[in-house]
């Protein structure tokens, strides 16, 4: 089997190369150009259900490639070249708000994502909210979140995040461990991080999440505590741990097949071991589990709008190159080359690259396979927007991993067992239709 497919028998093996996280179904192997013109009526058709809408703006510009990231990134890019990515990205943007699937809907999230939107100077940042306003407005979406890395933020552009609407601040700490930072090719040291976080407490936002991966090359039990003592001793509303994966495009993979060296992440088993651990120390410190991934401080105020909202059907638009949407039904992705983008655009053109509409069977399945991550989910939502039971659609997987220890079922309610949490994306490939179940995953 391919170390790039879903493998729902892992159980703690070494780390290898290969996606692992499922982050939308079907998988985005089987997204095509042929289904472009799908997408292109979606867009030119108005609405006939009331989704939600959210906006994605992909940020391509780091100062380093971390060794794991596997994103569409671009480091070593001078003002000329980001001021003409943000033209381009509020061009994509009026492209998109005067076609009938968007034209008149308001914004109800927003996400900044990357790459690092805190590369973007505090000019940038206040022209790219002007631009974009011209056509869109966030002024009373529900969320705005921003992503941070720590050594690009300033006192003054902190400040400008509040100014331009943000309403949830995400802080890629990851490690609090120089060395091990280092070694994983992070751009910031633990300073920046502490300095960061201070001036993000003085301005003051709705939310602040704070990030860490479990797994970076180096880490260690002792080094492990130390960091979730230091996240608690900081007390963030949203606390997001990751478990490391090795998808085929990062540095680390890289060397991998080239180098003939074996993985340096820590097993699956591992890796799982550190979370577990973390979420105990952090629920004795008051944090609640909200996903196999967050914890937060307070459940009824520390909501993660983009979360819950696309886990749950919402539309997406998608801008920024290489980024993934979902509009009325369909999925689509952008070009995934900077100059293809940006030459798109210039030419008025929508920078379509591939899309997929699923069935209304596979849409089940998607939202299905999503909330399962949030470790609890009851049938009868889905009984009333798909008209199925999902206790006797996929009573076969329900029932073999109830059997395993995975999962308790109690009358309407489906949880997660904290076994089945720590390694919930190992379970949902039971739930793929049979012929998705073997393929490449992206």
């Not at 459940?299 to 979360?307: A, G, K, L, N």
């Not at 509009?327 to 053109?349: F, I, P, R, W």
């Amino acid at each position: 089997m391919s170390t790039d497919t879903l493998n729902i028998t892992e159980t703690g093996e070494t780390t290898e190369v290969g996606s692992y996280f499922v982050a939308n179904y079907p998988p985005f192997s089987q997204w095509n150009r042929e289904a472009l013109p799908e997408i292109q009526a979606k867009l030119a058709t108005a609405p006939s259900i009331a989704a939600p809408l959210g906006l994605y703006l992909h940020i391509p510009f780091c100062r380093k490639r971390c060794k794991f990231c596997y994103f569409r990134v671009y480091t070593d890019q001078n003002a000329k070249a980001i001021e003409r990515y943000v033209e381009a990205l509020a061009r994509e943007v009026e492209l998109l708000s005067d076609k009938p699937a968007v034209a008149g809907r308001p914004l109800n999230f927003v996400y900044f994502g990357g790459g690092t939107p805190s590369y973007l100077s505090a000019r940038q940042l206040q022209s790219l909210r002007e631009r974009l306003h011209k056509s869109v407005s966030w002024d009373n979406a529900e969320e705005v979140t921003f992503e941070c890395e720590p050594g690009t933020l300033s006192l003054e552009k902190v400040k400008t995040l509040k100014d331009i609407g943000i309403t949830r601040v995400s802080l890629g700490v990851e490690n609090f461990n120089d060395a091990i930072l280092e070694n994983n090719g992070r751009a910031h040291l633990s300073p920046e991080i502490f300095r960061a976080y201070d001036w993000i407490q003085a301005v003051g936002f709705p939310q602040v999440n704070v990030d860490l991966i479990a797994g970076m090359i180096g880490e260690t039990d002792e080094n492990w505590r130390d960091c979730i003592e230091r996240v608690r001793q900081m007390a963030p509303d949203n606390i997001t741990i990751y478990q490391m994966e090795l998808p085929h495009n990062t540095l680390i993979a890289r060397d991998i097949r080239q180098l003939g060296v074996s993985s340096p992440i820590a097993s699956w088993a591992t890796k799982r071991r550190w979370v577990n651990d973390a979420f105990d120390m952090l629920q004795s410190a008051g944090y609640h589990i909200s996903s196999a991934q967050e914890l937060v401080k307070t459940p009824d105020r520390d909501r993660f709008v983009y979360r819950d909202s696309v886990w749950r059907g919402a539309d997406l638009l998608a801008t920024g190159v290489a980024s993934f949407g979902h509009l009325q039904g369909v999925h689509y992705q952008n070009v995934d080359q900077l100059e293809d983008y940006l030459t798109m655009l210039e030419a008025g053109k929508l920078p379509l690259n591939r899309a997929l509409t699923p069935t209304p069977h596979q849409l089940l399945i998607r939202e299905l396979v999503l909330q399962l991550k949030e470790g609890q989910i009851s049938a009868l939502p889905f009984l009333k927007k798909f008209g199925v039971d999902i206790r006797r659609e996929f009573c076969e997987p329900l029932r073999r991993q109830q059997v395993a220890g995975y999962l308790e079922i109690t009358g309407d309610e489906i949880r997660l067992t904290r076994k089945g949490l720590l390694q919930v994306d190992t379970l949902l490939t039971e739930y793929f239709e049979p012929e998705h179940r073997s393929v490449r995953y992206t």
